[in-house]
C-alpha cells in the first residue's frame, strides 16, 4: 500500500520518479530530444532548466505548469514555440537563446509577469506586435538575429531597463522607443542603420549606448545636445574614420558647458579608437577605456583640438 502511494505521488520521467509536488528539476545537458507529456502534471513546479540538450520542439504539456516562473531553454535546436507557452502567465524569466528560432507566436504577450527574455542567437526576422504587451519586462536580449525591422508596440515596455539589438539588419527604428522612460542601456551596434529617430533624446534614464557598426553619418540634435547627467556611458561610431569625427564635431557640435561630457566620451569611442597615430602615444592616453570625461574642460578641449590642428589633415 505505501509503496503504490509513493508511486501515486511521483510522476516517471526519462526513467525517474519525480515527486508531483517538486518545485525545481533541471535536465540540462541530458542530450534530450523531446519531453515526455508527464512534464505537464508537475504543476508546482517552478524553475525548470532543459537548457543544452537536443529539443527540436516542445511539447503542448509545457503549457500546464502555470506556476512555473523560471524556463530555460537555451543552445536547443527549436525552430518554433507551441502557443501554450502563453499559459504560464507566471513566469519571470525565460531563455530562448542560441537556438534555430525563425518566428515568434504572438501568445508571448500574455507573459504579463516576464521581467527578462532572452531570445539571442536566432534567425528571427520580425517579432510579434504583442511583446509590447510585455509591461513587466526589465531586461529584453534580440541581439545576433536577422531582424529588419521593429513593431512600434516595443514602445510600451514602460519597465524596460535593457534592449539589445546588436548583429542584426535593421535599417530604421521606430520613434516609439523614445517612450521607453526606464532604458538605461541601449545596444543598436552592427546594423544597417543610416540615421536615428530624434525621439530618442527623450531616453533620460540612457547611460550606455552603442552604436559602432553602423553606416551613421549623421546624429539628431536631441541626442547631441543631452546634459552630463544624461549622457551615455559609452557612445560608439567607430565606423566612422577620425576624420569623419572631427569633421563632424566642429561643424555640428560647438563646445559648451552642456556638452562637455559628451565630446569627451564621442572622442573616446569615436576618435581614440579609431586613431594609430604613434606619435600620440607620448603623453595623450589612447586606451580606449580612459576616463576622459574626468579631464578639466581646458584639458579636453586642447587635447581635441590639438588633433584637429595637427592630424585632421593625414586621416583618410
Known sequence: MEDKRKTEECVVIGGMQIRRDAKELYFSHDQLTSLPAELGNLTALKVLYLNQNQLTSLSAELGKLRALKELNLYENQLTSLPAELGNLTALEWLDLGQKQLTTLPAELGNLVALKVLWLSENQLTSLPAELGNLIALEKLYLNRNQLTSLPAELGNLIALEELWL????????????????????????????????????????????????????????????????ECVEYFSITQWTAKECVEYFLTKLPWS??????????????????????????GIPRH?????????????????????????????
Open 257 to 282: 558647458e552642456q556638452n562637455h561630457q559628451f565630446y569627451a566620451l564621442s572622442i573616446r569611442r569615436a576618435i581614440f579608437t579609431t586613431l594609430m597615430i604613434s606619435s600620440l602615444q607620448n
Open 166 to 229: 546588436g548583429y542584426n539588419e535593421l535599417t530604421a527604428l521606430p520613434a516609439e522607443l523614445g517612450k521607453l522612460s526606464a532604458l538605461k542601456k541601449l545596444r543598436l551596434n552592427y546594423n544597417q542603420l543610416t540615421s536615428l529617430p530624434v525621439e530618442l533624446g527623450k531616453l533620460s534614464a540612457l547611460k550606455t549606448l552603442y552604436l559602432d557598426g553602423n553606416p551613421l553619418k549623421s546624429l539628431p540634435s536631441t541626442i547631441t545636445q543631452w546634459t552630463t547627467t
Open 288 to 316: 580606449p577605456e580612459v576616463p576622459f570625461y574626468k579631464l578639466p574642460k581646458e584639458i579636453l578641449y586642447t587635447v581635441f583640438h590639438f588633433i584637429c590642428k595637427n592630424y585632421v589633415n593625414l586621416i583618410e
